[in-house]
């Protein structure tokens, strides 16, 4: 007599097959274990397609509907319960060949219960009797296959054999062995050992583990993560053993199995396998060590998993890597590519299997580390790492601080074996396809999930105008992984002759909860991304792409800001002699960085439209007016009573000169270079940081100190830090904000002083624009300041801008994080090609 | 906005009877962007001078729409206040309706005589210089004198603005002055402030018809006055920095370039040299890659060997010239299904694009930045990989025979480059080279014996 089942266990993603005969309580008992949106049933199905869950003529269709929704639910990785009778083989095979699909482990539970039970059942039913013949076949049906479940590959099978039974029985569900979301770390993810363990005790030194105890640990609670093939091939293997066996018996490590470790644990299991790759030194030294301790061994290599989910989802360690679909799955086969890598047993001129170049294809959200192929150097390549840099071989043992992503490496202290082939890095392998992006992605109607702004919608039409732009004008997308957003302006103000004024901007931070804030001056010119590289090597690196000005200077809409190459190489020197001097590269350990500025003269890059509209506007008012003043003159002479009409004449003329002060002020020459300025304001990012996050304090006093460099070509940007809790400083502000435009700036710009701080409507507006009374007649016309004009302008609704404003902002830095995590181009690109398609939306151009 | 008439024949003041207008008071009335004065200057038997200036509301309710689609600063800072323009022909109008009538019922005999006139233009848009000015007033019987108005005059290199100040003299009567005035501003400005009804053609007629039958640039004043509607353009205006609408510019290149290049025929000649490769490669498939308007789909539709057309273009405004010239809704059915219009772009991958037995490339790479060429390859040959690419491009060393290029020697503004035969054998080698296709270069158009054809092609086959 079998033992009585009374917990079934179930995985929490998996498919779920209940086996039984019609009445033997499947769907009760699916009912009260299951969400009701967890089970599909082959009789609901029946109700969909054909109104009747009994209606035997639509089963084809019924089936093929709950084929297809098992289908998208095991895709998505949701826990799966089909109720049909899956009596027979071929309806289990079905199920069975979806759970293979989407590689997640199969469960059954059969309801193996009296055929007089069922009958009993079914009798008791009003709406859906089957018929007792029917019953009595399904029920042989089963029991003749119910013995070859297991060999039908179900993971699990549990049976029900009485009506107790199921009634008592408990469900379970268990997380799968790779889910270690809820481990946050910190780790420190170590490459491919192969028994070298000098390196292994004096890395793990520099990365400041307790090396002198037993087992060792991390005095913070870090925890190292080996990354498989800690055997073979060196000469320490069973000291490596030790260290890695007893640190993650004790907690302060976790390790995935490498091909390696199978491969000693199927020949200490006494399988024939080939006795290559370094295998003899392993069994060699195993042989010096006493049979207990093989034992030990064999039982942690039986027990490794292939690969690890961890840190809510955000990092996944396999010893040969894993595509994103194979994340937090279960199958033979997600073990064979987490273990070997993508192969298709073609090999390569030194006998290696050739391997899926699957890391240029990755652009999953989460960090793939990885070893088991040595690299020269650990890169980064969308989002995926290789630490394996051939320790054994003569390299470096490499570590990968997370969630820090910073590399440690020590050197080998000796080639210990010989290499086959030598090292090739990621990073070369994939220098190919990763800089063709496919339209797909661009076109049509889609939404983009930013960390600010939640899902950002992007309608088809506006794709379309971006991709005219993207693909005629901008500069190749690898160059750009930031798009300035717009920005929001101050609601109107109620003050007399003021259309914007600082008081507004700061009651809008104030109601949000901002208590500091900086005004910065806005400069009038063209707003400006520099991409700057140390040198062409380093843009080749990191960017992919080199050209001899080492970086780029583009426009709001990613156009070349210059014509000339030169011009912008001779800007782009300046701009890293500053960075130079003043130590910026080593501060930020970095050999790139992205500048958020503006480029003076507005006239160098809006020559055009200031002569066509600004000036063609000042040239015909000042004409017509001057003519009709004195023509208006000559009538008053003669006694006509003009004087109203002169008086506003007068008036008007007096708007067009002050206007045409306005926007000369923006224009001088230029000559090449020669004559431009830049302002920067922001330090974007550079290598491992999103500075943008920084507080704005530290970008401008870093800028001051490039400025002071190059006084010459950088312009300062003056501030004035406010406390909106404080009057006084609120007060000298806007004192300073006066005194500012009147000495003919466009105005200012208020941003939080510590940046993307969070109020109740989502996040407060990065930056609200104040702009001068003066700068904005060439934005309003020449006469916008007339009583009766300002009042009517008052109405102006910033809504839809605002709103703009923020989500393309929340764009932008999205484009970043995703660039600095070296997130696959098509993601990055994905988020900067959206703030271009926003920024085709129509609004009042004038905002 | 203004104009001043004046009148030297004596009485001079028999002016204010013609117009209906006192010289000693002011007359205004309003219009629907402002409002519009009459006052005379000067009023002695010798010599009257009546000024009508126009005070635009720049904030009117009309003039201050929420923007029905993305554009530029435009419809709120403009000149419309300051120069003359149909806002002035429509102020006229108003004013001067019995006088431009021929009505004068205190003084009839008025009327018809002539009178020494001066006009007096302060700001006077004109597109097409002050040779345009001349040519429509002097048939007229004025003496035109006119100087430019400079942009800035702090910045002379800026140079004139296409304002001009104006002044025509000549015998006329008042009612003929008021009707080439207003026929003839909104003319020279070439521009509409209001909806272009279907009366716009009775207006000129009524307004015209005694005089510009006979004038010879009757023509050009007719298609100005009668403005064709605009196409409307979208988004494309906002995304342009420099403010300018790239969709407009784009059709002014490329009339520009048919203009140079129309002596030769060449964009029918580049046609049927691809033409002919379509039909001996047996092509059912093809793909136009830049399709433009859409002219060789036009012609690929009644090839009886292809099966499906599709033209590929990144410009939705070419797409919806193309849909027009085909005549896509007018199309048959089973015509229609052969047939498709797609936007894409040359430097992204578009699985959409694969699956054709040849691809065209007529006229496209030279749009593409010299270092975009790379992605531009890979994709056509490396991803659409049609059996045979057929592609053209223009010969730089021919541009010798040609009189109208842009300021870089080139045919088309937007051009990034244009090669030279030896710069474009040597790109299409290594293409061959790197893909796996066989080269075949050849010309089209009139082989000159030093600098070649004019269009050079290759075709590339495996």
């Given amino acids: 007599m079998r033992r009585r089942l009374d917990r079934i266990e179930i995985p929490e993603i998996g498919l779920v097959a209940l086996c039984g005969a019609s009445g033997s309580g499947k769907s009760t008992f699916a009912l009260r274990h299951f969400a009701p949106t967890e089970v599909v049933s082959s009789d609901r199905c029946r109700a969909l397609v054909g109104d009747d869950e009994t209606d035997q003529s639509v089963t084809a269709a019924a089936f093929e509907l709950l084929h297809t929704i098992v289908d998208k639910r095991l895709e998505i990785g949701r826990l799966t319960v089909v109720d049909a009778t899956n009596t027979k083989p071929e309806d289990r095979k079905a199920l069975l060949e979806l759970a293979r699909r989407w590689d997640v482990l199969a469960t059954a539970i059969v309801f193996d219960l009296p055929v007089a039970a069922c009958l009993a059942h079914n009798e008791q039913r009003s709406d859906r009797r089957t018929p007792v013949h029917a019953i009595k076949r399904q029920h042989d049906t089963l029991r003749r296959g119910v013995k070859r479940l297991r060999k039908e590959r179900f993971t699990r099978v549990y049976t029900l054999g009485s009506l107790e039974e199921l009634d008592r029985v408990e469900v379970a569900r268990t997380k799968i062995w790779s889910d270690r979301r809820d481990d946050t770390g910190p780790f420190d993810i170590i490459g491919d050992v192969h028994g070298c363990h000098a390196e292994l005790l004096s890395l793990l030194d520099r990365l400041g583990y307790d090396t002198a105890a037993d087992p060792i640990a991390h005095p913070e609670g870090r925890r190292a993560v080996f990354l498989g093939d800690l055997v073979d091939r060196g000469p320490g293997v069973c000291e490596v053993l030790d260290i890695a066996m007893s640190m993650v018996a004790a907690g302060s490590a976790l390790c995935v199995a490498g091909n390696h470790e199978v491969k000693l644990g199927r020949a200490m299991a006494g399988r024939d396998v080939r006795v290559t790759h370094g295998l003899a030194e392993s069994l060699e030294q195993l042989q010096r060590r006493a049979p207990e301790f093989s034992e030990r061994v064999a039982e942690f290599i039986g027990g490794l998993i292939s690969h690890y989910v961890l840190d809510g989802g955000r990092l996944v360690v396999a010893h040969a890597g894993l595509p994103e679909r194979y994340h937090g799955r279960s199958s033979g086969r997600v073990r064979d590519l987490a273990l070997y890598g993508d192969t298709d047993g073609e090999t390569d001129e030194f006998g290696l299997p050739v391997r899926y170049p699957w890391a240029e294809e990755y652009r999953g959200e989460a960090a793939v580390v990885y070893g088991h192929t040595p690299v020269p150097e650990a890169v980064w390549v969308n989002n995926t790492i290789c630490v394996d840099t051939g320790a054994v071989f003569g390299g470096e043992l490499t570590a990968l601080r997370w969630p820090e992503r910073d590399l440690v490496s020590v050197p080998a202290v000796a080639e210990h074996y010989e290499p086959i082939r030598p090292a090739r890095s990621a990073a070369d392998a994939s220098s190919g396809p990763s800089r063709l992006l496919d339209v797909g992605a661009a076109l049509g109607k889609h939404h983009i999930e930013t960390k600010l702004a939640g899902r950002v919608l992007i309608e088809a039409e506006r794709s379309s105008a971006a991709l005219e732009v993207m693909s005629r004008f901008a500069a190749d997308p690898r160059w750009l992984p930031y798009l300035p957003p717009t920005m929001a302006p101050a609601a109107a103000s109620g003050r007399a002759g003021y259309l914007e004024h600082p008081e507004e901007v700061f009651s809008y931070f104030r109601k949000r909860g901002v208590d500091e804030v900086v005004a910065q001056e806005k400069h009038m010119g063209s707003r400006a991304v520099l991409v700057v590289a140390r040198d062409a090597d380093a843009a080749q690196s990191r960017f992919g792409i080199a050209n001899p000005e080492a970086g780029v200077i583009v426009t709001r809409t990613g156009r070349p800001f210059f014509s000339e190459a030169a011009v912008t190489g001779a800007l782009l020197d300046r701009v890293r002699t500053a960075a130079d001097a003043t130590g910026l590269w080593g501060r930020l350990g970095t050999d790139w960085f992205i500048l958020d500025a503006e480029v003076l003269p507005w006239s160098a890059k809006a020559a055009a439209l200031i002569q066509r509209l600004y000036a063609a506007v000042g040239a015909a008012g000042a004409a017509a007016l001057d003519s009709a003043r004195g023509l208006l003159a000559d009538a008053a002479r003669r006694g006509v009573d003009v004087e109203a009409l002169a008086a506003r004449t007068a008036s008007r003329a007096g708007h067009v000169a002050a206007y045409v002060d306005s926007y000369r002020r923006y224009c001088w020459d230029i000559e090449g270079a020669d004559g431009v300025e830049i302002a920067p304001f922001q330090i974007l990012a550079a290598e491992g940081e999103v500075l943008a996050r920084r507080p704005h304090r530290w970008h401008l006093e870093e800028i001051d100190a490039l400025v002071d460099h190059e006084p010459g070509v950088l312009r300062r940007t003056d501030r004035r830090f406010v406390s909106l809790s404080d009057d006084a400083s609120v007060q000298q502000a806007a004192d300073w904000w006066q005194a500012l435009t009147e000495g003919g700036s466009e105005g200012v710009v208020v941003k939080p002083a510590e940046p993307t701080p969070t109020g109740d409507g989502g996040f407060v507006q990065p930056g609200v624009k104040c702009r001068d009374r003066e700068y904005l007649r060439i934005i309003y016309g020449p006469e916008y300041l007339e009583p009766a004009n300002l009042e009517r302008l008052r109405q102006r609704s910033i809504g839809r801008k605002s709103s703009l404003a923020r989500r393309e902002f929340a764009l932008g830095i999205e484009a970043l994080d995703r660039f600095v995590a070296n997130e696959h181009l098509a993601r990055v690109h994905e988020c900067v090609f959206g703030v271009l398609a926003l920024e085709s939306e129509p609004v009042d151009p004038r905002l | ?462």
């Fill in chain 2, 1 to 462: 906005m203004l104009v001043s008439l004046t009148s030297t024949t004596p009485v001079a003041t028999d002016l204010g009877y013609l117009l209906h207008k006192h010289p000693d008071r002011v007359r205004s009335v309003d219009v629907a962007f402002g409002r519009a004065h009459v006052f005379y200057p000067v009023a002695t038997a010798q010599r009257c001078t009546a000024t009508t200036y126009v005070e635009v509301d720049a904030f009117s309710r009309t003039r201050h729409r929420k923007p029905r689609r993305a554009q530029g600063l435009e419809p709120y800072l403009n000149d419309r206040p300051y120069a003359a323009s149909s806002m002035l022909s429509v102020a006229l109008g108003r004013l001067f309706r019995t006088a431009l009538n021929g009505t004068c019922e205190a003084r009839p005999e008025l009327v018809v005589q002539p009178l020494d006139l001066e006009i007096g233009l302060p700001v006077v848009p004109v597109r097409g210089g002050q040779e345009l000015l001349r040519h429509l007033f002097e048939p007229l019987c004025y003496e035109v004198v006119c100087s430019s108005i400079a942009l800035d005059p702090e910045f002379p290199a800026w140079g004139d603005s296409h304002y001009v100040a104006a002044r025509l003299a000549g015998r006329q009567t008042v009612r003929s002055a008021l009707e080439h005035l207003y026929v003839l501003l909104p003319v020279l400005d070439d521009a509409k402030h209001y909806w272009i009804g279907p009366d716009e053609v009775d207006k000129l007629l009524s307004r015209g018809g005694g005089w510009l039958g006979s004038h010879p640039e009757a023509d050009l004043i007719t298609r100005r006055y009668l403005r064709i509607p605009e196409y409307t353009r979208e988004a494309l205006a906002r995304l342009a920095d420099t403010g300018e609408d790239s969709d407009l510019l784009d059709t002014q290149r490329d009339a520009a370039e048919q203009a140079t290049e129309s002596p030769l025929r060449l964009g029918e000649q580049r046609l049927d040299a691809v033409l002919e490769v379509v039909r001996s490669a047996g092509a059912g498939r093809v793909l136009d890659l830049g399709c433009g308007e859409g002219r060789l789909l036009e012609r690929l539709i009644v090839e009886p060997t292809v099966t499906r057309a599709v033209g590929v273009d990144v410009s939705v405004g070419a797409l919806k010239r193309a849909e027009r010239r085909l005549k896509l809704e007018e199309m048959s059915e089973r015509r229609r299904e052969r047939i498709q219009l797609l936007q894409g772009a040359l430097t992204y991958t578009d699985s959409r694009l694969q699956g054709f037995d040849v691809a065209t490339v007529i006229e496209a790479v030279e749009h593409l930045d010299a270092e975009r060429l790379d992605v531009f390859a890979e994709v056509v040959f490396g991803h659409i990989s049609a059996p045979t690419v057929v592609l053209t491009t223009p010969n730089r060393e021919y541009n010798q025979n040609f009189e109208q290029l842009d300021g870089r020697g080139l045919r088309h503004e937007d051009h990034r480059f244009e090669w030279t035969r030896g710069e474009f054998e040597a790109w299409a080698r290594g293409i061959g080279a790197r893909f796996g296709y066989g080269v075949e270069i050849s010309t089209v158009g009139p082989v000159d014996p030093v600098c070649g054809p004019p269009t050079q092609m290759a075709v590339f086959s495996r």
